[in-house]
C-alpha cells in the first residue's frame, strides 16, 4: 500500500520545488536533459553525487571521497566485516545482527602510522594517522529495514577515530549519528572507547519496515569547536533532505576524566581519522545501497 502523505510519506509542495531543481553533477556539468526551470518560482542549484543523491555540502577541492562501487566485494577501502549479496534491484543485503561497515581513505588504515594519541596533539595537527583522515565529512546511506530485533536500537553513522576495540582504547574517538527505528535521533560523542556522552534525543518518525529511507550525518569544524547535523530522506527520492538534528560541540560536553592523554575530556573531536562506519545493531536483514563519505568544506 502506498504511504499517506507527511510521515514517512510525500511533500507535494516539496516535490514542487523538486521540480525546478537544476542538477549539477560533480564534473561542474549539466546532465543533458536538465532545463533552467521557469515560471513563478526560481531555479535551484543542486549538487549531485554520482547516484543522484543530493549533496547538503559540496566537496572539497581535492577532498577525500568514498561511494559504494558496483561490487563493493572488490573494493579494498570497503570493509563489511560480515557476508553481503546482491539484491535484485541492484542494492546490497547484509544478514547480520552487529553490523560495522568500514570506509577507509584512500591512504588505507594502519596504526603503525599513528604517532601519538595525546588529544592536544590530535587537535593541533587535525589528524590522527594521516593528514587526509576523514574529518569534515557528509556521510550517506539508503537504507531498508526489512526485520527488526530490537526497535530501541539504532544506525549510526560515525567518523574521527580509527579502530574502536578493547585493545585500542585512545584509537576508538568519534562522533556518532544515531537513527533509532523506534523514532528518535542523537549524536553521541565517544572520547574513548568505550565511553559515550550522549546529546538529547529529537523525535522523528517511526523507521518503517520495507521501505527505503535516506540518512545523512554531517560533522564539520567551526571557529569555536564542531557543528553535528542528522538529516533524513523520508521519501527516498534523493533530493528531499529534512533536518532533524542541529548541535554544536563547543568544548563542554564530555566526561570529567579520561585514560588518555591530554589537557581535558571535553575537547571536541576536532581531528580526523582513517576509518568511516556505516553501524547498526538488532536489525538481522537490512538491504542499503548509495553509500558514500566526502570530504567537505567546513
Not at 520545488?17 to 542549484?45: H, K, M, N, S, Y
Amino acid at each position: 500500500m502506498e504511504r499517506q502523505k507527511r510521515g514517512w510519506g510525500g511533500r507535494p509542495h516539496l516535490r514542487a520545488w523538486a521540480a525546478v531543481f537544476l542538477v549539477l553533477g560533480l564534473t561542474g556539468a549539466l546532465p543533458a536533459r536538465a532545463q533552467e526551470a521557469t515560471g513563478l518560482l526560481p531555479p535551484i542549484l543542486v549538487l549531485v553525487d554520482p547516484f543522484g543523491v543530493a549533496m547538503l555540502h559540496p566537496t572539497r577541492l581535492g577532498g577525500e571521497t568514498w561511494f559504494l562501487p558496483e561490487d563493493p566485494l572488490l573494493d579494498a577501502r570497503f570493509d563489511p566485516q560480515h557476508p553481503i549479496s546482491r539484491n535484485p534491484d541492484g542494492s546490497w543485503k547484509m544478514r547480520h545482527n552487529e553490523v560495522r561497515m568500514s570506509v577507509f581513505t584512500s591512504t588505507g588504515y594502519s596504526p603503525r602510522r599513528i604517532a601519538s594519541y595525546d588529544r592536544d596533539v590530535l587537535a593541533r595537527q587535525g589528524y590522527m594517522q594521516s593528514p587526509n583522515d576523514w574529518k569534515n565529512v557528509e556521510m550517506t546511506g539508503y537504507v531498508r529495514l526489512n526485520r527488526i530485533q530490537d526497535p530501541e536500537d539504532n544506525f549510526s553513522w560515525y567518523a574521527r577515530g580509527g579502530q574502536h576495540t578493547g585493545g585500542a582504547e585512545c584509537e576508538g574517538s568519534a562522533y556518532k549519528g544515531d537513527l533509532h527505528y523506534d523514532g528518535r535521533a542523537r549524536w553521541q560523542k565517544e572520547m574513548w572507547h568505550v565511553r559515550y556522552t550522549q546529546a538529547p534525543y529529537s523525535q522523528v518518525p517511526r523507521l518503517p519496515v520495507g521501505e527505503w529511507i535516506g540518512f545523512k550525518a554531517v560533522m564539520r569544524n567551526t571557529r569555536d569547536g564542531v557543528r553535528l547535523q542528522l538529516w533524513l530522506d523520508e521519501d527516498a527520492d534523493k533530493l528531499t533532505w529534512r533536518k532533524v538534528v542541529d548541535i554544536y560541540d563547543t568544548g563542554h560536553w564530555g566526561e570529567d576524566t579520561m585514560p588518555c592523554p591530554g589537557t581535558s575530556a571535553k575537547i571536541p573531536i576536532t581531528w580526523g581519522g582513517p576509518i568511516a562506519v556505516f553501524r547498526w545493531d538488532n536489525a538481522p536483514d537490512v538491504d542499503f545501497k548509495w553509500l558514500s563519505v566526502r570530504e567537505i568544506w567546513p
